[in-house]
């Protein structure tokens, strides 16, 4: 049996291979862009249930507390009085609570609403993409993000966002009372 020996790859060939597998990790890590306590927030698009599209732009100039969750996550469900009593709190403050809900089930998601009263602006994202982009894996998971786009908090899990401590670090934060 003859053995064959292997010829290597040319420039050009190593280049038509090697080029397309390069450009497409590099998209890859491209895409992902988790949100970074001290870095700018990735953008976002969502609709609201009242129709109205919102980005990271549209909250410039105001602290966005983003919070991502679902109605069948007992966390989540724990700490929405604790979102609904906040949103009141904050009232009047350039302050605002945009709650981000994975529920694939419209119907679902909207009965939720109305049984839970909810009074801050929600959206769905079934896809998962946002909260991916975000780099959350677990819910509830809330971003609290400056008035210049900055992301100055990541909670992990179910908060008591009525605490004085949490209500006058937000209106602070709004007001540029933070350094």
């Known amino acids: ?14 280049t038509a291979t090697l080029l397309p597998l390069a450009l497409f ?3 890859l890590a491209g895409c992902h862009h988790a949100a970074r306590v001290g870095k700018r927030a990735p953008d976002f698009s969502v609709r609201t249930l009242n129709g109205r599209i919102r980005t990271l732009a549209s909250y410039h100039g105001r602290v966005l507390i983003l ?3 679902a109605t069948w996550c007992p966390p989540c469900i724990a700490e ?12 009047g403050q350039p302050v605002s609570l945009l709650a981000i809900s994975i529920d694939k089930d419209p119907a679902a998601y909207r009965k939720f609403l109305k049984d839970w009263k909810i009074g801050f602006a929600t959206a769905r994202d079934p896809s998962e993409a946002i909260m991916h ?3 959350t894996r677990k819910i509830p998971e809330t971003y ?3 008035p210049n786009g ?3 908090r990541k909670i992990v899990s ?3 966002w009525t605490d004085p401590e949490m209500v006058r670090y937000l209106t602070d934060l709004a007001h540029g009372n933070m350094d």
């Open 25 to 27: 990790v590099g998209l």
């Open 133 to 135: 982009r975000y780099g």
């Open 1 to 14: 049996m003859k053995s064959r020996r292997l010829q290597p790859f040319s420039a050009a060939a190593r």
């Open 80 to 91: 929405i009085p604790s979102l609904n009593r906040l949103h009141a709190l904050i009232h």
């Open 67 to 69: 919070n991502f969750w």
């Open 144 to 146: 609290i993000i400056g």
């Open 150 to 152: 900055q992301v100055r």
């Open 158 to 160: 179910a908060s008591n």
